[in-house]
C-alpha cells in the first residue's frame, strides 16, 4: 500500500498536495481505491463552489459501493479534473495521480490539522482490519 | 469463524485473490480487477472456482419419480443420460428453496448441483423428502469433488489445449448436455451467458486442472465478476432475486416450472391457486450511477423494488432486475431512487447481454 511521504491526508482516505500558487490538490488514497474496486463514475464538485472543511464535496462510484468525498479544507473550489468522466478507472491505477479537484483554502490554519504519511497510515491499517 | 477452503484456496492466494466471506468460504472477489476479469471471459475464456457449490448425486430405481416429486422442472425429459435442466426446487407453498441444474447419468442415476449458501438447507430436504417417500433413494453428496466453470467465446478450445484427452467425449457436447472424460464430469453449461464448460472432478486433481489451464491462457476471474456476468446474462442469484417468500412466476422463472402433465410436484398446488403478485424484469438506467438492491423502483402502475443491481462493463451503464407491479411490461418507463436521487431508467426484458452480444436497445431515450 502506497502513501506518499510528500502528501497530507484526512481520516477519510483523502489525500492533500499543497501547490505553489497556494492551492491544494485532492484524491483518494491508495488504501481508499483499494476498498472501493473498479471505479465506474466520478461525480466532481463545480468549480465556484465555496465548501467548508468536511462538506461532502463529491462521489466516487465503484461496482461495489458508492463513496462520498469530503472537502478536506475550507475555501472556493477552483478546478474539476474533467478527464475521470472518461477514465474513472485511473483512481484505480494511479491514485495519486488521478486528482478530483483543486480548493483555494480560505483558512490556512486547517492545513496543519492534515495527518502526515505515518499518521493515515495507521488510519488504514485499522480499516482494514 | 473459521471459513472452508476449497481445493484452490493456496493457488488463489498466490495469485493475489482478494479473498472474501461467501457463504461461509473463503473465496476470491477478485484478483485485481473486476472490470478486466469480466472483459475477459466476455471477449476471450475466464475460469472460476465453484467448489464452493455442492453437487449430490441421486441413485436407486426410485430416482426418477423422487426427482419428478421434489422438482417444479420435470426430469422425465432428460431422456439420455448426460442432459440437463435447470430447475427451481420449491417449498409446498410454492416459494423458492433453491435453483439448482439436475444432470442425468448412465443407469438411471441423477446428479444436482446446489448452491453453497443453500447446500445444507437443500441436503436436509432432500433426505427428509427422500425418507418420507419410503422408495428406494440413495442421496450421496459429493464433498470430495472440485468444480471449476471455464467461460467465453474461446473456453472450449482452451480447455481442449489443456486436456487433448477430453476432446473426443466433450466436443460433440450441446449446451446443456455433460460427458465423463477420465475422473472429469464436463458440462456445457454456465452461469455467464457465453459458451464454456463446467467441470467437477476429484479435489486431488483441482489445482493441476487450474494450473493446465492458466498455461493454456485462461484467466483467473473472480465472483465479482461472476456477479456482473451473471447480472448482464440474466441469471437469477438465489438469496437475492428470489427467496422462499417468492414463487419463480415472481422472478421471472415461469420458464422452469411444467405444468404439462398431471406430475404431482411439491408446490404445485400452491402455484395454481395463488396469483402472481408481482413481475420481474430489467432495468437499464439512463443516467450516471449505479442502482443496487434494494432501491426504490416508481412507475405508472405503482411502486417496485430492485433485487440486483450493479453496473455492466459490457454495456457501460448500470443495469438491474427488478420486482415490478404486475402490469409493468418492457419499455415502460420507471425512476429508482438512487441515494436519494430519482434516476431515470427504462425497464427491458432480459437478458441484457448472451455470447457477446448486446440484446437490448441501449439508445437513450430523452
Known sequence: ?129 | MTLRTTPLHDAHRAAGARLVDFAGWSMPLHYGSQIEEHHRVRRDAGMFDVSHMLAIDIEGAGARDFLRHVLANDVVRLREPGRALYSCMLADGGGVLDDLIVYARPGGAYRVVVNAGTAEKDRDWLESRARRSRSDVTLTPRHDLAMVAVQGPNAREKFWTAFPQTRAATEPLKPFHAAEAGDMFVARTGYTGEDGFEVMLPAAAAEGLWGALRHSGVAAAGLAARDTLRLEAGMNLYGQDMDESITPFECGLAWTVDFSNPRDFIGRRALEQNPRRFGFLGLLLNDRGVMRAHQVVRTDEGAGEITSGGFSPTMNRSIALARVPPAIGAGARAQVEVRGNALDAVVVKPPFVRQGRILVDVSRKP
Open chain 1, 1 to 129: 500500500m502506497e502513501t506518499p511521504q510528500n502528501l497530507k491526508y484526512t481520516d477519510s482516505h483523502e489525500w492533500v498536495r499543497q501547490e505553489a500558487d497556494g492551492t491544494v490538490t485532492v484524491g483518494i488514497t491508495d488504501h481508499a481505491q483499494a476498498q472501493l474496486g473498479d471505479v465506474v463514475f466520478v461525480e466532481n464538485p463545480e468549480p465556484g463552489r465555496t465548501v467548508r472543511k468536511g462538506d461532502e464535496c463529491g462521489v466516487i462510484e465503484s461496482v461495489k459501493a458508492a463513496a462520498d468525498i469530503y472537502a478536506p479544507l475550507s475555501g472556493e473550489i477552483v478546478a474539476a479534473n474533467n478527464e475521470l468522466t472518461d477514465t474513472p478507472a485511473k483512481i484505480n491505477s494511479q491514485p495519486y495521480e488521478a486528482w478530483m479537484f483543486r480548493i483555494k483554502p480560505s483558512d490556512p490554519g486547517e492545513l496543519s490539522k492534515l495527518l502526515d504519511a505515518a499518521g493515515y497510515e495507521k488510519i488504514a491499517d485499522a480499516d482494514r482490519h
